[in-house]
């Protein structure tokens, strides 16, 4: 995780690491220069944290043709495999999901939340993406 984390803070356009996971996979050459991250783990939403749905939490590539979807569909057998039966991601509104499509996954209808989570109970740094995301999921069995 953390040099998934460092591939992060060093290639993604809007977010910062990650906190947890239960995996992350890799896009590498085979000479040892990574291309792409993903990292997969419990959902952020506790109403969708089932024990049985897994969330890719970040995805990020250099660019690399086709890396986004190689990671989405590595990520999806990975979590098939350990048992989950389902996977989610959410991508932000203006962004297309081509890669996510093109996996085999489904795109769920209409916007789901955005906003804040720095409430006064809980102090938190703000987010640089508050506004509403689309939610991809895949069923894995």
């Not at 239960?22 to 944290?49: N, Q, W």
């Not at 970040?58 to 039966?85: H, K, P």
Request: glycine share 14%; hydrophobic share 30%; proline share 4%.
């Amino acid at each position: 995780m953390r040099e998934a984390n460092r591939f992060i803070e060093k290639h993604h356009r809007h977010s910062g690491r990650v906190q947890g996971c239960k995996f992350c996979v890799a896009l590498s050459d085979g000479l040892g220069v990574i291309h792409g991250v993903a990292v997969a783990g419990r959902p952020i939403s506790r109403y969708l944290d089932d024990g049985r749905t897994a969330e890719v939490t970040r995805l990020c590539t250099d660019g690399t043709f086709n890396g986004c979807s190689f990671l989405y569909g590595c990520c999806a057998r990975i979590a098939r495999e350990m048992g989950f039966r389902k996977i989610i991601t959410y991508t932000l509104a203006e962004e297309n999901g081509a890669s996510l499509r093109a996996s085999g996954w489904s795109c769920a209808p209409g916007f789901r939340g955005g906003g804040s989570w720095n409430v006064p109970g809980r102090p938190r740094a703000e987010s640089r993406n508050t506004g509403p995301k689309r939610m991809y999921y895949k069923e894995l069995r």
